[in-house]
């Protein structure tokens, strides 16, 4: 079986999947950010949401990229977590 960065290479051939691949990079490093976060503090899904009003679902939808969530419930993720949201354009 081949390893991922060999699979990622020959994917990232493809210039569709590389400007695919760029353009959801962003999202992917936040939640990468988000989930080494709550793990840092030893916290459950089910114990994140219960810290900020809402189900464990909620979590597990922005964990999983299946949601779109709002700049509101960043900052109460982040804040919930000792974080800080910072959003820039560049």
């Known amino acids: 079986m ?3 960065k060999t699979v990622k290479k020959e994917l990232l051939k493809d210039k ?3 400007r695919e ?3 959801l990079k962003p999202r992917y490093a936040l939640i990468s950010q988000l989930i080494g ?9 089910a114990q994140l949401a219960k ?3 809402t189900r464990q679902s909620a979590i597990a939808r922005v964990e999983g990229g299946n949601s779109n969530p709002s700049i509101a419930f960043l900052e109460k ?5 000792g974080s800080k949201l ?3 354009v560049r």
């Open 77 to 81: 993720l982040t804040q919930a977590l």
């Open 51 to 53: 810290k900020i009003g």
């Open 2 to 4: 081949e390893n991922w």
């Open 21 to 23: 691949y760029e353009r």
């Open 37 to 45: 976060a709550r793990i840092k503090k030893g916290l459950t899904q």
């Open 86 to 88: 910072i959003i820039q």
């Open 16 to 18: 569709e999947v590389a």
